[in-house]
C-alpha cells in the first residue's frame, strides 16, 4: 500500500489552526452582520456552463472540471484515446463533463440572483463564506482549495455601498489588528485609456497585460502589449500611465491630464474622487490608495475596483473586488448592478502567523481536566464536571483509570491548565483537590465553591 498523501495544493489543519481560522471567519462575519449584511450558500459544484467564460481566458483555465457520474449511460459517454481507455479499465468511453467546482463566489451569487429575483429584496446584501477551488500552482499564500468570505450588494447604483464595502474592510482588519492599505482603480479609467490607445476592443488585453505587472514586470507586459497589436506610440502612453505617482490628489490630477476629453475616463475619475471624498471625512481615507496598476484581470468587473494589502509583508492581496454592473445578465436577466469584495482567509491567516497577531487566548481548548480514579469517584467527578459546563468552562475526564503520572502527561501535552482531583477521601468530605499546572499552585475547595472557583 502506498504511503497517504494529501491533493497538491490542499492542506489538513489541526485543532489549533481550525481555532484560529475560526477566529478570522467569525470576526469578519461579525462585522458583514454589523454592516447589515444577511448570509448566503451555494453548492460547491456548478453547471460548467454557469462558470466557463466569466473568468476570462486565463481564469476558465483554472476551473476544475468534475466528470459526470454514471459510466453505464451511454448517453454520458465521448469516444477517447487508448491511453485513457486504460485508465478507465479497458471502458473505450470516457465521462462527459458538466460540472465544475466553484471558482468563486461572485459568479454563484449572480446566478442565484438570476434563478430568485422575483423573490428577493433590493438592494439584497449577502455574505458569503465557504471554500473555492483553482488548478493554479500552489506556492505561498496560493492553494488550489481555499475559502472566500464575499459581501456583495445587488439592485443598487449608488457609491455608497463602494464606500461602505470599503469601509467594512477598514473596520475588519482593524479588528483582526493587522495594518493595511486599499489599493482602488476604476476600470472606466482602463476603458478609456484603452480607448485613447485605439479602441475599447483593446480593454480585456490591456487589463490583463497590466495585471501581470507585478509578476513579470514592465518589459515584459511591453512585450506582452506589443504581441496584442499596441503600436510603439500606444506603448508608451500605457508606460507613462504605469508610471503616475504622488499623492491620491496629484496622480488623479496627472491621470485625467493623461486622458484629456475622453469622457468615459472622467466619469471613471468622477466615482473615484467621490469614494475618496467620501472617507476623507469618515476619516478612513489614510488606508486608501489610488493605484492606477489595479486592473483585476477578471472580465465582469465595469467600475471601482478594490485589493487589500497587508503592510510590510511580502504577500499577495489579501482582499478584493468591485463594481460588476452587468453580471446577471450573463444569465438573462439584465439591469441588477451590483458591487462586492472578498477577504483571502488562508493569506490572512498566513500573514496573522508571521506577524504574530493572533491573541493568545484562541487556542484555549479544555481548561480543567478532570483525574479518573475509579468507576465510584468518576461518577462523582463527571456530576461535578456538569456543574462547570453549565458556567461556560470547556473540561473533560480521563476516559480510564490510570496512574496519575500517565493523566499528569496528557493534561500537558494537551496543553491543559488545571487538572482537579476527586478520590475516595475527596469523595467522603465533599471536596476537590485543583492544582493548576503552570504556576504548581493548588487549592482544595468544597464541592459548593467549586461553581465559583476562578480557574
Known amino acids: ?8 495544493g490542499t492542506r489538513d489543519f489541526n485543532a489549533a489552526t481550525v481555532q484560529k481560522r475560526q477566529y478570522i471567519f467569525k470576526t469578519i462575519q461579525s462585522v458583514f452582520e454589523l454592516f447589515g449584511f444577511q448570509p448566503l450558500e451555494t453548492p460547491s459544484m456548478e453547471n460548467l456552463d454557469t462558470l466557463m467564460g466569466k473568468y476570462g481566458e486565463e481564469g476558465d483555465k483554472l476551473i476544475f472540471k468534475i466528470l459526470n457520474n454514471g459510466l453505464d449511460n451511454p448517453q454520458k459517454r465521448v469516444q477517447i484515446d487508448e491511453g485513457m481507455a486504460k485508465v478507465l479499465e479497458g471502458k473505450n468511453s470516457t465521462l462527459i463533463t458538466e460540472r465544475a467546482l466553484r471558482y468563486d463566489l ?48 445587488v439592485g443598487s447604483d449608488s457609491l455608497l455601498n463602494e464606500v461602505d464595502l470599503i469601509a467594512i474592510y477598514v473596520t475588519a482588519f ?30 480585456i488585453d490591456l487589463t490583463i497585460a497590466i495585471d501581470k505587472l507585478d509578476k513579470i514586470g514592465w518589459e515584459k507586459v511591453k512585450e506582452e502589449l506589443n504581441n496584442k497589436g499596441f503600436n510603439v506610440t500606444q506603448q508608451n502612453l500605457v508606460e507613462r500611465y504605469l508610471n503616475i505617482s504622488g499623492t491620491n490628489a496629484e496622480k488623479i490630477n496627472a491621470l485625467a491630464t493623461l486622458l484629456g476629453e475622453n469622457e468615459i475616463g472622467k466619469k471613471g475619475i468622477e466615482e473615484l474622487n467621490y469614494v475618496l471624498a467620501y472617507h476623507q471625512n469618515s476619516g478612513m481615507s489614510k488606508h486608501l490608495v489610488a493605484d492606477f496598476t489595479l486592473a483585476r484581470g477578471l472580465n ?6 478594490f485589493e487589500v494589502k497587508a503592510i510590510d509583508v511580502q504577500m499577495g492581496s489579501i482582499g478584493g473586488g468591485g463594481r460588476y454592473n452587468d453580471l446577471t445578465s450573463l444569465f438573462g436577466v439584465p439591469n441588477i448592478p451590483g458591487v462586492g469584495i472578498s477577504f483571502g482567509v488562508d493569506r490572512i491567516y498566513d500573514v496573522l502567523e508571521e506577524k504574530n497577531l493572533f ?30 459546563r453549565d ?5 473533560e475526564m480521563y476516559p480510564e483509570k490510570s496512574k496519575f503520572d500517565k493523566q499528569f ?47
Open 409 to 455: 502527561k496528557y493534561a500537558e501535552k494537551k496543553g491543559i491548565p488545571n487538572i482537579l482531583i476527586i478520590g475516595t477521601d475527596e469523595v467522603s468530605k465533599q471536596e476537590c483537590t485543583i492544582k493548576n499546572l503552570a504556576t504548581g499552585k493548588q487549592s482544595t475547595i468544597s464541592f459548593n465553591e467549586l461553581e465559583t472557583f476562578q480557574f
Open 174 to 203: 482593524q479588528k483582526l489588528n493587522l495594518p493595511v492599505e486599499i489599493k482602488i482603480n476604476n476600470r472606466k479609467i482602463l476603458l478609456g485609456l484603452a480607448q485613447v490607445c485605439g479602441g475599447e476592443e483593446k480593454l
Open 106 to 153: 461572485t459568479i454563484p451569487f449572480a446566478r442565484y440572483v438570476a434563478m430568485n429575483h422575483g423573490q428577493l429584496t433590493f438592494p439584497f446584501k449577502r455574505y458569503q463564506i465557504q471554500p473555492v477551488w483553482r488548478a493554479d500552482r500552489p506556492q505561498k499564500g496560493r492553494y488550489r482549495e481555499f475559502y472566500q468570505c464575499d459581501a456583495d450588494v
Open 300 to 305: 465582469y468587473y465595469t467600475g471601482l475596483i
Open 1 to 8: 500500500m502506498s504511503k497517504p498523501s494529501l491533493p497538491q
Open 391 to 395: 458556567k461556560k468552562i470547556a473540561c
Open 359 to 388: 491573541p493568545t487566548s484562541i487556542d484555549q481548548g479544555t481548561q480543567v481536566l478532570f483525574f479518573n480514579l475509579g468507576e465510584a469517584e468518576a461518577k462523582v467527578a463527571y456530576e461535578q464536571m456538569g456543574k462547570l
